[in-house]
């Protein structure tokens, strides 16, 4: 049986074309995805919460720290607001004694007719008079406890005196020496009683050295001094 080659090449390429019409979509069909449909990855992540869910929970965790941090950051405005505005209160209250931050070298240097001068001044009187207050108290504390001890020893005397006359026979002698340690007794306590009373008008004026060393200040610089400017005074001038 013989072949004709030209017949099975004729039905070769009529076998191919009726294949290829069967795999191409009709001419009336787009070839592609949709119109609507994009290509690749969306630009734009967008996230759908579904209804009756809070928006909080959908926050993400970096947004959520955005928002804990500008909360501290507002938290800590406000803290340095207030202590700026405690800063301005002390140096309003002050005034012109803000000079007190002046150095040491500047205040033992300074002008006795400037405010550094007069701060000056004010520092040294009031350093003389609490060394002179703290002295005066502590020998008022040693004449009450001599005090004490002459009272105890004058009624020694006394009572010794009241037995040397008792006895008997009586011993002159011993009603003498009784006598004088009894008068000596005496002399004691009022020489005790006397130093108590010397050193505490000592304490008394150093006291008035204080607050004249304040009132010199307050006229010196026409500054009025009231008790909370007196102790931020001092503070910043170390006493």
Do not use: C, E, W
Not at 43 to 56: C, E, R
Not at 128 to 133: G, K, L
């Amino acid at each position: 049986m013989r072949y004709n080659p030209v017949a099975m090449s004729t039905a070769m390429l009529a076998l191919l074309a009726a294949s290829a019409a069967f795999a191409a979509p009709p001419a009336n069909v787009p070839h592609g995805p949709p119109a609507f449909v994009t290509m690749g990855p969306p630009s734009v992540a967008t996230v759908h919460i579904p209804q009756g869910v809070p928006a909080a929970a959908a926050v993400p965790a970096a947004a959520s720290a955005g928002v804990h941090a500008g909360v501290a950051a507002n938290a800590n405005v406000n803290a340095n607001a207030n202590s700026a505005a405690s800063m301005d209160k002390a140096a309003a209250m002050l005034g012109k004694l803000n000079a007190a931050h002046a150095s040491d070298t500047a205040l033992a240097h300074a002008s006795s007719k400037s405010v550094v001068g007069a701060l000056s001044l004010y520092k040294s009187s009031t350093i003389s008079a609490r060394a002179s207050i703290t002295s005066y108290s502590n020998a008022i504390a040693a004449d009450k406890a001599n005090i004490a001890a002459d009272q105890t020893a004058l009624t020694n005397a006394q009572a010794a005196l009241s037995a040397a006359q008792s006895a008997s026979p009586q011993n002159a002698a011993a009603v003498a020496t009784a006598q004088a340690n009894l008068t000596a007794a005496r002399n004691q306590l009022a020489a005790d009683q006397t130093r108590l009373a010397s050193d505490q008008a000592g304490l008394a004026a150093a006291r008035q050295s204080l607050l004249a060393a304040q009132t010199q200040l307050a006229t010196s610089t026409h500054t009025t001094l009231s008790a909370s400017v007196i102790s931020r005074l001092n503070k910043l001038l170390g006493l």
